[in-house]
């Protein structure tokens, strides 16, 4: 599975982006899309994770639930993370990823997309 990040800017604060991950490949039902981002001197972290098969299965950090929205298009093989409310602190390279199941951590996805960078003016 290779993965394609996209849609990442500047955008002022309050304001909304959304951000696209297109996979190439056939992603098995039971696998899951995440997203983490990794701000300039930190650790890379746990954004949010959905479940690739028809139940939906979704899951946020706090620092982003009620913020961000994840959702995937099966047909398109893409999944998107819709930002809105963002913040200053939201600052980061956001990256997809894929694991054979719903995974909060790093270590536990194969496959990385190259990531795409998001700037929040104050």
């Known amino acids: 599975v290779q993965l394609q990040a996209s849609g990442g800017g500047l955008v002022q604060a309050g304001g909304p982006l959304r951000l696209s991950c297109a996979a190439s490949?056939?992603?098995?039902?039971?696998?899951?899309m995440g997203w983490f981002r990794q701000a300039p001197g930190k650790e890379r972290e746990f954004v949010a994770v959905?479940?690739?098969?028809?139940?939906?299965?979704?899951d946020y950090s706090i620092s982003v639930k009620g913020r961000f929205t994840i959702s995937k298009d099966n047909a398109k093989n893409t999944v998107y993370l819709q930002m809105d409310s963002l913040e200053p602190e939201d600052t980061a390279v956001y990256f997809c990823?894929?694991?054979?199941?719903?995974?909060?951590?790093?270590?536990?996805?194969?496959?990385w997309g190259q990531g795409t960078l998001v700037t929040v003016s104050s």
């Open positions: 959905i479940r690739w098969g028809d139940i939906y299965v979704a």
């Open positions: 490949g056939r992603i098995s039902s039971n696998y899951a």
């Open positions: 990823a894929a694991a054979p199941y719903l995974g909060r951590t790093a270590r536990e996805y194969g496959f």
